[in-house]
């Protein structure tokens, strides 16, 4: 069974860091053909913020390049998010998503596997 949990949200004041982390089971690691984040504020709908493809590369939002970096650790089947210079409109439930197959890397659906999400916060 595929299983994405993440963990590492919490609260924590503009301009500081945090990172998020997306521990993936029940497939090879890098059978995956994209691991994402996604972001859902109260009230909008869930978004974009970066990921990366094994034949693409990465890509960021363009709310959030410039400050999160998205990274692997295969041997620990571990998908990272570093956010820095965080800013209140940064504050969401971030999700961690895989999909068996190229597509859209920037759209929900292409994804076939998600995370229960980890809420942060950016207070001002």
């Known amino acids: 069974q595929v299983q994405l949990v993440e963990s590492g949200g919490g609260l924590v004041q503009a301009g500081g860091s945090l990172r998020v982390s997306c521990q993936v089971s029940?497939?090879?690691?890098?059978?995956?053909?994209?691991m994402g984040w996604f972001r859902q504020a109260p009230g909008k709908e869930r978004e974009f913020v970066a990921a990366?493809?094994?034949?693409?590369?990465?890509y960021y939002a363009d709310s959030v390049k410039g400050r999160f970096t998205i990274s692997r650790d295969n041997a620990k089947n571990t998908v990272y998010l570093q956010m820095n210079s965080l800013k209140p409109e940064d504050t969401a439930v971030y999700y961690c998503?895989?999909?068996?197959?190229?597509?859209?890397?920037?759209?929900?659906?292409?994804?076939?596997?998600w995370g229960q999400g980890t809420q942060v916060t950016v207070s001002s």
């Open positions: 998503a895989a999909a068996g197959n190229e597509g859209a890397i920037t759209t929900a659906y292409t994804y076939h596997y």
């Open positions: 990366f493809s094994w034949i693409d590369g990465t």
């Open positions: 029940g497939r090879t690691f890098s059978s995956y053909s994209i």
